[in-house]
């Protein structure tokens, strides 16, 4: 008998949601109850699609389900030139553009749908450059938070390009020794793949430059997560430090997530990594007076 494979979590849906013209596809799923206590936007990195944060390999892995059973809304977007909008943007954008229609996206969503508390963004590797980006630009303050793994300001390796993820040498770089994951973990994880937009091409031996201005202009709490095998960034006590010299959020917190790599949401540490987020959350609610049953 052939075996199947779940394709995402119960009571996750597919949405979509005009971003000033452009159409973004992505993942759902609403507590129950009448209004989630807040929506937690989860931001995929380059090479990946928005199921990265609803992995299927194991029922401990997907943000998706445990944000839900804890009462929060959670939305996995495509970003632009991945998903429904590659066919629009098959070049994707810039990090700024790229802000900018996130915010839009956000708009139609709080049109739409119970927003509670606001938004944290979750994201990963060059999905944290986004928030990061989208934080710097959120004029009207509706951000609660980051929450951020996997991206750093300095590359640990200058010398050459990080292979794609659908590069045959890909597996130092993005997920580290293989016993991190649960069975069949690469099987599930291939429909999540998708090839890096041109324009994200060019933008990313631009960060370490960009950086420091983005940086200077982020007002909200950021939590930065390094992975125990992660090998894309410069994570040592130097590095952070120096790092976190450039933001101006009002709290930043750097924390290292043990046995696991690059790709925390797909790995066994997944549920431990996605509690800490949710944990963090909680605090920042905490500081607003808002926090539910």
């Not at 630009?137 to 010398?159: K, M, N, P, Q, V």
């Not at 990080?162 to 649960?182: C, E, T």
């Not at 930065?224 to 917190?253: C, G, I, K, P, Q």
């Amino acid at each position: 008998m052939q075996r199947t494979y779940a394709t995402r979590t119960s009571g996750v849906t597919d949405v979509t949601l005009d971003a000033g013209g452009i159409t973004l596809s992505g993942l759902h799923i609403e507590p129950p109850g009448p209004s989630p206590r807040a929506v937690v936007v989860a931001v995929h990195g380059g090479g990946m699609t928005a199921g990265y944060f609803d992995g299927q390999a194991h029922p401990s892995v997907s943000l998706l389900g445990l944000g839900a059973r804890l009462g929060f809304a959670v939305l996995s977007l495509d970003r632009p030139g991945y998903g429904r909008s590659a066919r629009e943007i098959p070049h994707g954008q810039s990090l700024t553009e790229q802000s900018a229609t996130l915010h839009a996206a956000l708009d139609d969503y709080a049109r739409r749908f119970p927003t509670g508390a606001g938004f944290l963004l979750v994201a990963h590797s060059f999905g944290g450059k986004v928030a990061l980006t989208a934080a710097a630009d959120d004029e009207r303050g509706r951000l609660i938070g980051l929450d951020i793994s996997g991206c750093g300001h300095r590359y640990a390796t200058e010398s050459r390009e990080p292979p794609g993820v659908l590069a045959r040498d890909s597996w130092k770089w993005h997920w580290g020794p293989l016993r991190l994951y649960p069975p069949n973990s690469f099987r599930y994880s291939r429909p999540l793949l998708a090839p890096m937009p041109l324009a994200e091409e060019h933008e990313l031996r631009q960060w370490s430059q960009s950086f420091p201005g983005v940086a200077a202009r982020v007002r909200v709490p950021v939590r930065f997560t390094f992975a125990e095998y992660e090998n894309w960034w410069l994570h040592d006590a130097d590095a952070l430090a120096d790092m976190t010299s450039h933001l101006r959020a009002t709290t930043v917190t750097m924390d290292r997530q043990p046995d696991a790599g690059h790709n925390i949401s797909l790995g066994w540490a997944a549920r431990s990594y996605h509690l800490r987020v949710l944990a963090f959350l909680e605090e920042l609610l905490a500081r607003r007076g808002q926090v539910g049953a």
